[in-house]
Every structure is written in structure tokens, then in C-alpha cells.
């Protein structure tokens, strides 16, 4: 059922995924429905619902990532970065949260899904201090525009870009950028069967 639902989904879409990625997203969603009452990690109780509110809602950024290294900061159980990983194998992602039950979540699913792209951390994102810095820093549902650009300012390389998936577009979060940042655009997001609006806003980052 949820593989027939997915591809049906994706139909919609101009995604070409391979069978190993459609059956590796279906066992996401399960490990989700699964841990999700001793981990509570996400007020979507039905996975069909899953499918389109958290796989779907991700999968829509690949288009716009450019680069090799990400980092998904909030990511809670790996959302947008675990569908991200699954469907860019070529790209490196860190998926970076706070709550120690969702780094364990992360860890399980990437090990159960032979996920060799993925390191997950565990730490607050202001303090977080990588090796490398990332082509791009990816958000969902995670702070204000402003805080996330305070917070994770340090992570993106020279030419890096921030990644903001919202609902409506944060105009007045736009204004007084700081110094450096410069908005590129605002992409509006088709979901398939999701209500409502979703706005994917790309911010450029030039050290000054
Ligand atoms: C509302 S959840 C969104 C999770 C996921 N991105 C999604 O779209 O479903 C926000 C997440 O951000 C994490 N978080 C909040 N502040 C943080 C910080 N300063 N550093 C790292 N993670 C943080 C929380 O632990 C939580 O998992």
C-alpha cells in the first residue's frame, strides 16, 4: 500500500527515483510509524499522511540543491535530510539536532538502510563547529529565517547558500540581511496533494 501510494506521488512529480530508493523511502516511513510512540517524533500519526507531509515535502528541495555537502540543522527524525540522503547518494549530508532520541532514531534508520552519505550529530547548531564547511545549510520547520542565518552563519562555505523550506514567504524576516547575505530567490513548491502553500527560500552567502 505505501509503495503503491508513493510512486503514485511521485507520478506527480518530474522525480525519477530507482526501486531501491522508493523501497528505502517506504522503510523510512515504517521506522517513523514504528518509533514514533517511544521517540515522539512527529505529530503525523498516519504514515500514508507521512508520505506526503514528510517525504514528499522533502524530496521537492533536490532539484535546487547545488554542491556536494549539506547540512540539515534541526532536522529532528532527518526531515527534509534523510529523503534528501536516499535520493542523492553522490552528496554528503550532516543531519544535526539537539534531542539526543532523534540523533538515535537517525543513526538506526541509516544503519538499517545501508545509508553511507549520512552523519548524524548530536549538538546545539550555534555550537557546532565542523571540520568542513557545507555547500549548502538546510532547514524545515526549525526557527524564524533570522535566527536560523544567526545561528548558522559559520557553517556555509565562501558561495555556500541557505536553503529555508517554509509555508508562507517570511517577507518581513527578509529585510536587514546581514552582512554577506543576499537573497538569490524564492521558489514556490508544487507538493503533490499537500494543502497550502510551500515557499523554498535560497539565500546566497559571500564572506565578506
Ligand atoms: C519542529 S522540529 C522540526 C524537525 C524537522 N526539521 C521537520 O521538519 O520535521 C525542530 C527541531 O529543531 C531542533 N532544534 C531546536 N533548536 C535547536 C538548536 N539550537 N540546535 C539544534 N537543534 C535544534 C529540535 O530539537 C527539533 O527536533
Keep these: 500500500m505505501l ?7 511521485l507520478a506527480q512529480t518530474s522525480l525519477q527515483l530507482t526501486e531501491l530508493q522508493i523501497s528505502q523511502l517506504v522503510t ?8 514514533n510512540k517511544a521517540y515522539n517524533l512527529t505529530s503525523v500519526r498516519d504514515p500514508m499522511e507521512m508520505l ?8 521537492v528541495v533536490s532539484p535546487y540543491l547545488q554542491g556536494e555537502r549539506f547540512i540539515d540543522v534541526g532536522t529532528g527524525p532527518g526531515l527534509p535530510g534523510l529523503p534528501l540522503a536516499i535520493i542523492n547518494p553522490d552528496k ?49 520547520a526549525f526557527a524564524s529565517l533570522q535566527d536560523m542565518l544567526n ?31 543576499k537573497l538569490q530567490r524564492i521558489e514556490s513548491l508544487v ?18
Excluded: M
Design 3 to 9: 509503495k503503491s501510494r508513493l510512486e503514485s506521488l
Design 28 to 35: 523510512l516511513v515504517e521506522q517513523l510509524d514504528k518509533w
Design 52 to 59: 506526503v507531509k514528510h517525504i514528499l515535502d522533502s524530496l
Design 92 to 140: 554528503q549530508f550532516v543531519l544535526l539536532d539537539s534531542l539526543g532520541k532523534r540523533i538515535t532514531f537517525i543513526r538506526q534508520v541509516c544503519h538499517l538502510l545501508k545509508l553511507d552519505n549520512v552523519t548524524a550529530v548530536q549538538s546545539r547548531v550555534e555550537k557546532y563547529q565542523p571540520e568542513q564547511l557545507f555547500d549548502g545549510v538546510i532547514s524545515r
Design 151 to 181: 545561528w548558522c552563519y559559520h557553517l556555509p562555505a565562501n558561495n555556500g547558500k541557505f536553503y529555508a523550506l517554509k509555508g508562507l514567504v517570511p517577507e518581513q524576516e527578509l529585510e536587514n540581511l546581514a552582512e554577506g547575505l
Design 191 to 208: 507538493v503533490p496533494e499537500l494543502e497550502g502553500q510551500r515557499h523554498l527560500v535560497i539565500i546566497d552567502k559571500n564572506n565578506p
